[in-house]
């Protein structure tokens, strides 16, 4: 199993533009989430999903769009990107009890200019 | 969301014991505690998880009292790659599958 997977591993953007985040793991995983963590910051959950066609907001989920089409992939919109989004992103994903570990991601380091 | 506290930083020799002590305190009814590590540009990573008492693994043991408005990571006999970032999660069927990271322990072993 490769786990979850994140491409691409580093992005810069101009501030106005769009990009897509993808997330993917191949664990069968019902629940999957995205979190944004800033300089010694921990992470803070952007919006997340317990199953395919499934989405809800998380902490700080403006400026951010999220889909659930499949159980494997979770992309992570910015619409129209801010010097403010300047962070990294992880995606993570866990089975369906909550009492299950959340397995994460290598991170996409994003940078708005 | 439970919300946790902990220490921001801890220096300790390689080889002694470290504790680390998170307080939460409006910790649910039905909420579990579970501890992650993070190393520098990468994910967390699931060190322990418990919901009461004592819990230990190859890597950790975890402390619970019995009124659960703390716990206590310990690691035995670190090592300079114990390096890392350790962050308590409180949450369960009642945080609604949000959990809240908080900025974690910086934990630096020194030769």
């Known amino acids: 199993n490769a786990g979850v997977t994140q491409t691409p591993k580093f992005q810069v953007l101009k501030t106005g533009q769009s990009m897509t985040l993808q997330c993917a793991q191949d664990?069968?995983?019902?629940?999957m989430s995205w979190y944004r963590q800033d300089p010694g910051m921990g992470l803070r959950l952007i919006h997340y999903?317990?199953?395919?066609?499934?989405?809800d907001q998380g902490e700080v989920p403006n400026g951010y769009n999220v889909s659930r089409s499949t159980t494997e992939d979770f992309p992570l919109r910015l619409l129209s990107a801010a010097p403010s989004q300047t962070s990294v992103y992880f995606c993570?994903?866990?089975?369906?009890?909550?009492?299950?570990?959340?397995?994460f991601g290598p991170g996409t380091r994003l940078t708005v200019l | 969301l439970a919300k946790t506290t902990q220490p921001i930083s801890m220096d300790s020799y390689e080889g002694q014991e470290v504790n680390i002590t998170c307080s939460h305190n409006?910790?649910?009814?039905?909420?579990?505690i579970t501890w992650y590590q993070q190393f520098p540009s990468q994910g967390p990573r699931f060190i322990i998880q418990?919901?009461?008492t004592k819990v230990t693994n190859e890597v950790a043991s975890l402390f619970i009292p019995a009124d659960r408005k703390s716990s206590t990571l310990s690691l035995p006999r670190v090592s300079l790659s114990d390096t890392a970032v350790y962050y308590c999660?409180?949450?369960?069927?009642?945080?609604?599958?949000?959990?809240?990271f908080g900025t974690g322990t910086s934990l630096t072993v020194i030769p």
């Open positions: 993570a994903s866990r089975p369906t009890r909550d009492t299950d570990t959340q397995y």
């Open positions: 664990m069968n995983h019902e629940y």
């Open positions: 999903s317990v199953g395919a066609g499934i989405t």
């Open positions: 409006n910790i649910a009814t039905n909420d579990y």
């Open positions: 418990g919901y009461k």
């Open positions: 999660l409180v949450g369960g069927p009642n945080t609604g599958n949000q959990f809240y």
